[in-house]
Nanobody, 127 residues
C-alpha cells in the first residue's frame, strides 16, 4: 500500500512563498502521476496541480497558473509544489495524491479520485 507523506505547510503572509513536498517512504514515485489537491474549510477538495509520471506533462487550475509550479525529482523520489505570491484564497489543507493509471493530467486534477492519498499539510495565508 503506497503511503504518501506531505510536508512544508506553514502559516505565511500574503505575497510570500512556500514549497510543499510529497514523498512515499519505501516506494518509488517515478511510475505514478501525482496530483496536488487542496481543501478549504467548508469547501470541496479541488485539484491544484497535477504532473504525469515519465513525460512530465502538467496541469494547473486557472487560479494558480503563473504562481504555482509542480515538479518532480525522480532521483529523490519527491514531487514538489512551489507556491509563490500566496493569497488568503490559497489557504487550506494540501493533499498529495498518486495514481499509476490516468487518462490525462487534466482529468486527474478534475476530481479527487486518485488511488492513493496523503494525510495533508496545512497552508494558512494571512492578509
Amino acid at each position: 500500500q503506497l503511503e504518501l507523506v506531505e510536508s512544508g505547510g506553514d502559516s505565511v503572509q500574503s505575497g510570500e512563498s512556500l514549497t510543499l513536498s510529497c514523498t512515499a517512504p519505501g516506494f518509488i514515485l517515478d511510475y505514478y502521476a501525482i496530483g496536488w489537491f487542496r481543501q478549504a474549510p467548508g469547501k470541496e477538495r479541488e485539484g491544484v496541480a497535477c504532473i504525469s509520471s515519465h513525460d512530465g506533462f502538467t496541469y494547473y487550475r486557472d487560479s494558480v497558473k503563473g504562481r504555482f509550479t509542480v515538479s518532480r525529482d525522480d532521483a529523490k523520489h519527491t514531487v514538489y509544489l512551489q507556491m509563490n505570491n500566496l493569497s488568503p484564497e490559497d489557504t487550506g489543507v494540501y493533499f498529495c495524491s498518486a495514481d499509476n493509471y490516468i487518462t490525462s493530467v487534466q482529468d486527474m486534477c478534475s476530481l479527487p479520485r486518485a488511488q492513493f492519498w496523503g494525510q495533508g499539510t496545512q497552508v494558512t495565508v494571512s492578509s
